[in-house]
């Protein structure tokens, strides 16, 4: 029988360092409203000890406003995708659970 001692954090032996939360803004629309939004959250995150805020814009992105997927869209949207997924922890790629579908 292993009765070694682990420094792992468990549910009850929360991490030290303050949560990082990544806030995204999914729209490179003319007039959008979402940097609104974006910075309302920040302004009160601002105030906590406890979180680190991170914001990802898809405007700072240059991607093109149609939906015409040109070669230069899809570079740009492989770029981005491929500096998000070095950024994202281990265990967002785990499967979500979802609540499974009432029947009638």
């Given at each position: 029988m292993n009765t070694?001692?682990?420094?792992?954090?468990?549910?009850a032996?929360?991490?030290t360092g303050p949560?990082?939360?990544?806030?995204?803004?999914?729209?490179?629309?003319?007039?959008?409203?979402g940097p609104v939004v974006a910075d309302w959250l920040l302004d009160h995150l601002r105030n906590r000890?406890?979180?680190?805020a991170e914001v990802v814009d898809v405007?700072?992105?240059?991607?093109?406003t149609s939906f015409e997927p040109t070669p230069e869209a899809t570079a740009a949207l492989s770029g981005i995708t491929r500096s998000w997924q070095t950024r994202t922890p281990s265990w967002s790629s785990r499967p979500s659970t979802t609540t499974p579908s009432?029947?009638?």
């Amino acid at each position: 029988m292993n009765t070694a001692v682990t420094d792992a954090p468990t549910a009850a032996q929360p991490s030290t360092g303050p949560l990082r939360v990544t806030l995204v803004v999914g729209s490179n629309r003319h007039g959008r409203f979402g940097p609104v939004v974006a910075d309302w959250l920040l302004d009160h995150l601002r105030n906590r000890d406890d979180l680190v805020a991170e914001v990802v814009d898809v405007a700072d992105a240059e991607l093109p406003t149609s939906f015409e997927p040109t070669p230069e869209a899809t570079a740009a949207l492989s770029g981005i995708t491929r500096s998000w997924q070095t950024r994202t922890p281990s265990w967002s790629s785990r499967p979500s659970t979802t609540t499974p579908s009432r029947q009638a």
